[in-house]
Nanobody, 127 residues
């Protein structure tokens, strides 16, 4: 069973950058699609970005396209979320999630399709 641990969150000024990491345990991490989700106070958790198991297919929600980049290093069992040009509305707890994938198919973009979740890391963007 894969377990996920996020890191890299923090406080940053608007326009700044952060890189989140999602480190996975388990030898079969390369067989998992990985998604990033976020939840702001008082709001529902929402999809941010996702990568197929081999990283060939990447998806983003419209509000982060051109600013965020998801990538993965399967040799290091780690998925990254590079966040540039951060805005106050990006403030949220960020979670990574994994879903087993039989092949390098398009990754899920809905929460219910992911069954392994990390504990989250807080990102706060000040104006």
């Amino acid at each position: 069973q894969v377990q996920l641990v996020e890191s890299g969150g923090g406080l940053v000024q608007a326009g700044g950058s952060l890189r989140l990491s999602c480190a996975a345990s388990g030898r079969t991490f390369s067989r998992y699609a990985v998604g990033w989700f976020r939840q702001a106070p008082g709001k529902e958790r929402e999809f941010v970005a996702a990568s197929s198991s081999a990283g060939s297919q990447l998806y983003y929600t419209d509000s982060v396209k051109g600013r965020f980049t998801i990538s993965r290093d399967n040799a290091r069992n780690t998925v990254y979320l590079q966040m540039n040009s951060l805005k106050p509305e990006d403030t949220a707890a960020y979670y990574c999630a994994a879903a087993y994938s039989w092949a390098d198919w398009a990754p899920p973009i809905t929460q219910r399709e992911y069954d392994i979740w990390g504990q989250g890391t807080q990102v706060t963007v000040s104006s």
